[in-house]
């Protein structure tokens, strides 16, 4: 671990203050580090230097000019390529050495081309998605899936334990959007399978809430189980994360199947339950909403 010392002589940005960017930045705050902050809405970024302590910049430029380590976590494909390489982006200002960490989940196309422009100015690049949602980033237990050099990942794993409960390399640049993928197809299968689950219990008569209780001890079990089968059975979604989000996160997934030929069959249905769960006015529900579809058929 970095000692107390080593924190305070490394400078860090963080652009974009989300439920995710928020407590992530407030967490290296605490563990010592000197933070400046960029979201595109100036009064989040004062509110987050009134809580924490660091400072401000109104671009991801002037956020990132000295910075040793620039972390990043926005919405898509197009707005991380324009925190970095648009209109007064972080690139454009990084010196030469320094490191920046990209938390979107976007796809593994616009990781590889961000690293080679990145590279062209003698800055390094990792992509480092997580998984844990809003809880995990509050909590600062998230699981942080990065793809990079070995030895630029190593500088910055330290640093991404301030909120990182397990931070692993898992290969080039690109691999940590790659997982990130695999883990959102095997969220939305276990996600439909609890729905159907659950709806067939209230079906045939069970008290669900013991029934949980029952088949969370056996081969059942999951975290989406653990976390979401209660307020599934209360019929309550708004813990987490929302239907929106997961959709722009399967569309990635399935563009990256198509070009790779891999088959997504329930994949590409349950992306298409989250488009209804969306016409319904559901997408800032959360993703375990999926139950409605089979309650209000």
């Not at 991380?80 to 030469?96: D, L």
């Amino acid at each position: 671990m970095t000692s107390t010392a080593d924190q305070k002589s490394i400078r860090t940005s963080y652009l974009g203050l989300g439920v995710m960017g928020y407590p992530m930045a407030g967490h290296l705050a605490r563990n010592g580090y000197q933070v400046c902050v960029y979201n595109r809405s100036s009064e989040k970024a004062a509110a987050w230097s009134q809580e924490h302590s660091g400072t401000t910049a109104p671009t991801p430029a002037a956020a990132a000019e000295n910075a040793d380590v620039v972390f990043a976590c926005v919405g898509n494909d197009f707005d991380i390529e324009q925190v970095c390489c648009g209109e007064n982006g972080a690139f454009s200002t990084m010196k030469p050495g320094s490191v920046f960490v990209d938390h979107t989940t976007a796809s593994a196309s616009i990781a590889r081309k961000l690293s080679e422009a990145a590279s062209g100015s003698d800055i390094h690049f990792i992509d480092a998605p997580v998984s844990g949602g809003q809880a995990g980033a509050e909590n600062g237990v998230l699981t942080i899936m990065a793809g990079g050099e070995k030895e630029v990942f190593d500088r910055v794993a330290p640093v991404m334990s301030s909120y990182g409960r397990a931070v692993t390399l898992l290969g080039p640049v690109g691999s940590g959007q790659l997982t990130k993928m695999v883990n959102q197809i095997s969220v939305a299968g276990v996600v439909q399978g609890l729905s159907e689950a659950l709806n067939f219990a209230t079906k045939v008569g069970l008290d669900e809430k013991l029934v949980l209780d029952v088949i969370s001890k056996g081969a059942a079990q999951s975290w989406q189980m653990e976390n979401r089968g209660t307020t599934m059975v209360d019929d309550e979604f708004e813990f987490g994360f929302a239907v929106e989000w997961m959709r722009k996160d399967l569309g990635i997934c399935l563009s990256e199947a198509n070009s790779v030929g891999a088959r997504l069959p329930v994949t590409a249905l349950i992306d298409q339950f989250y488009a209804e769960i969306i016409a319904m006015g559901g997408s800032r529900w959360d993703t375990s909403s999926l139950i409605r579809l089979l309650r209000n058929p």
